[in-house]
C-alpha cells in the first residue's frame, strides 16, 4: 500500500480566490489522480496528473479552473482558481500501485468550503 | 450518465446479521469492480474486489458476488460489527487504459447493537 497525505485537511475560502491543495506520497507512484465529492454525492474524478506532462482532464473539468502539477513521482497539487460556493468539496488525491488489482489509495482529502 | 449505480442511499443492520450492499453499472466493458469503505474525515479505503471473470471473491467476513449478466454486483458482511458503520462505495474500472476508477453514490450501512 501507499500513505499518502494531504495539505490542507480543511480550508474556509473567500469566493473569488484560488486554493491549492497539496498530496504527498511516501514513496514513487506512477499514476495518481485527483477527485472531488459534493455533499451528499460521488466521488468523481477530476485529472489524472501525469508526472512531467500536462494532466488529463476528464469531462466538464478544465485547466483553467483546476491546473495541477506532478512535479516529481511523490508529488502533486490541485489548484481551485477563481472559487464559488459550488466548488464546496472534499477534494481526494489518489494513488495506482502497479500490480495491486487495480486499486487506488485515497489520502485523507481536503475538506473546501467557498463562501 | 451514472454508469454505477448504488440504489440504497442507507441501510440499517442489526449487529450479528448480514449486511448486503447492492450495485448495479451500465457499461459491460468494466472489467474490475472495487469496494470501497469511507468514514467521515477520511479518505476511502479499500475493502475487496473482483475481476470480471469471476463471480465470487472472499476475504474473511467479506464477500463479493458478481452477476454480469444482470450487470449486478454485491458485498456481504457477515457477521455484522459496529466498526462496520461507514459509507461503503461501489466503482468499476477498464483495465486497458488510464485505470480511471468510475464510483456509485455510496451507500451508508448502520450497524446497531
Known amino acids: 500500500s501507499a500513505v499518502i497525505s494531504q495539505k490542507p485537511s480543511r480550508d474556509i475560502c473567500q469566493r473569488g480566490t484560488s486554493l491549492t491543495i497539496q498530496c504527498q506520497v511516501d514513496?514513487?507512484?506512477?499514476?495518481m489522480f485527483w477527485y472531488r465529492q459534493q455533499p451528499g454525492q460521488s466521488l468523481t474524478l477530476i485529472a489524472t496528473a501525469n508526472q512531467g506532462s500536462e494532466a488529463t482532464y476528464e469531462s466538464g473539468f478544465v485547466i483553467d479552473k483546476f491546473p495541477i502539477s506532478r512535479p516529481n513521482l511523490t508529488f502533486s497539487t490541485l489548484t481551485v482558481s477563481n472559487m464559488s460556493p459550488e466548488d464546496s468539496s472534499i477534494y481526494l488525491c489518489?494513488?495506482?500501485?502497479?500490480?495491486?488489482?487495480?486499486?487506488?489509495?485515497f489520502g485523507p482529502g481536503t475538506r473546501l468550503t467557498v463562501l | 450518465d451514472q454508469q454505477v449505480k448504488q440504489n440504497s442511499p442507507s441501510l440499517s443492520v442489526q449487529e450479528g446479521r448480514i449486511s448486503i450492499l447492492n450495485c448495479d453499472y451500465t457499461n459491460s466493458m468494466f472489467d474490475y469492480f472495487l469496494w470501497y469503505k469511507k468514514y467521515p474525515a477520511e479518505g476511502p479505503t479499500f475493502l475487496i474486489s473482483i475481476s470480471s471473470i469471476k463471480d465470487k471473491n472472499e476475504d474473511g467476513r467479506f464477500t463479493v458476488f458478481l452477476n454480469k449478466s444482470a450487470k449486478h454486483l454485491s458485498l456481504h458482511i457477515v457477521p455484522s460489527q459496529p466498526g462496520d458503520s461507514a459509507v461503503y462505495f461501489c466503482a468499476a474500472v477498464v483495465i486497458q487504459g488510464a485505470q480511471k476508477l468510475v464510483f456509485g453514490q455510496g451507500t451508508r450501512l448502520t450497524i446497531n447493537p
Open positions: 489518489s494513488v495506482g500501485l502497479a500490480g495491486l488489482y487495480n486499486e487506488q489509495f
Open positions: 514513496s514513487q507512484v506512477t499514476m
